[in-house]
Nanobody
């Protein structure tokens, strides 16, 4: 199994930046990709971005392109989500998740991910 712990959330004014971290532990050798998802109150969980663990190939949802950057430090078993130019609509609980199956690229759908963190709240005020 893989355990995930997110950190770095908080309250930020619109236009500001936050960096989220996701630390993995346990059977980290099984990680193929790590993704970030978010869920706002009353809305479904949505894909934000993802990265393959070995090659670092990334995918982004349109909502974050040009503003969000995902990266990983495989030696530290940690992934990061740098969020710039934050908007009030970015307010949500952000979750990291791990996919342990080999695929062609990091998946964008939540069902593909096997392990999830507990989430970290991001609130952006206008």
């Amino acid at each position: 199994q893989v355990q995930l712990v997110e950190s770095g959330g908080g309250l930020m004014q619109a236009g500001g930046s936050l960096r989220l971290s996701c630390a993995a532990s346990g059977r980290t050798v099984s990680i193929y990709a790590m993704g970030w998802f978010r869920q706002a109150p009353g809305k479904e969980r949505e894909f934000v971005c993802a990265i393959t663990w070995s090659g670092g190939t990334t995918r982004y949802a349109d909502s974050g392109k040009g503003r969000f950057t995902i990266s990983r430090d495989a030696a530290k078993n940690t992934a990061y989500l740098q969020m710039n130019s934050l908007k009030p609509e970015d307010t949500a609980t952000y979750y990291c998740a791990v996919d342990t199956d080999y695929r062609l690229g990091a998946p964008v759908y939540a069902l593909a991910y096997d392990y999830w963190g507990q989430g970290t709240q991001v609130t952006v005020s206008s």
